[in-house]
């Protein structure tokens, strides 16, 4: 089974269909994608209907170097071959319309989270030796991934974070981007690149 087609096929017939926040983690538990790349994440498919902020540690949208076009990444993630399905897991519900939220493996190294009916709907996590995916592959070192996406909201010794453009008509109000895009790099190689989707989901 290939997922990311799926993907693909259900966004060009739903757009931007709003999904439902899922329910809070347990107290104390962390996202399992955070834990591969270890930087503020909240769930995919949990968005509050409160203007979007940063997290500590980077800056007002006014600051900000480099916004990448909302459609360059809606072309990479859409064009990716994730592969086969290696598994399945029910991680939530989707109480405003009743539906399961998955963790899905797939074969090139790529996990999302949510449901995929909407690309917008899932949290995309590329990492170990993933494909290329928007001009990333695993091993670039800090300054090739500048030199190709440009200056970032925020650099550290292992971590670039980028932003996408801001949506517009009404998620405009709420989100200060549509995409952000968090990588982890262990001494000077990138290892890790997770997409998180901002959008109203109910």
């Known amino acids: 089974m290939r997922l990311v087609p799926l993907i693909v096929s259900a966004f060009c017939l739903v757009g931007c269909k709003k999904e439902p926040p899922a329910p809070s983690p347990e107290p104390g538990s962390q996202p399992m994608l955070s834990e591969a790349l270890p930087v503020p994440i909240e769930s995919t498919t949990s968005r509050s209907s409160a ?6 540690g980077i800056p007002p949208p006014k600051q900000i170097r480099t916004r990448i076009s909302i459609g360059k990444i809606d072309k990479a993630l859409s064009g990716y071959d994730g592969g086969d399905t290696l598994s399945r897991k029910v991680i939530g519900q989707n109480d405003c ?17 949510g449901n995929p009916h909407s690309i917008y709907a899932v949290t995309w996590m590329f990492s170990g030796d993933f494909q290329p995916v928007m001009g990333l592959m695993p091993g670039m070192g800090m300054d090739q991934v500048v030199d190709s996406l440009g200056k970032p909201v925020l650099r550290t010794k292992d971590r670039l974070v980028y932003w996408s453009k801001k949506p517009n008509r009404y998620d405009s109000s709420y989100f200060d981007s549509r995409w952000k895009i968090w990588m982890r790099f262990s001494n000077d190689s990138l290892k890790s690149v997770l997409f998180e989707p901002y959008w109203d989901n109910c």
Do not use: C, F, K, W
């Open 51 to 56: 203007p979007d902020t940063a997290p500590e």
């Open 97 to 113: 319309i009743g539906v399961e939220l998955y963790r899905y493996r797939l074969s090139n190294q790529l996990v999302l989270e």
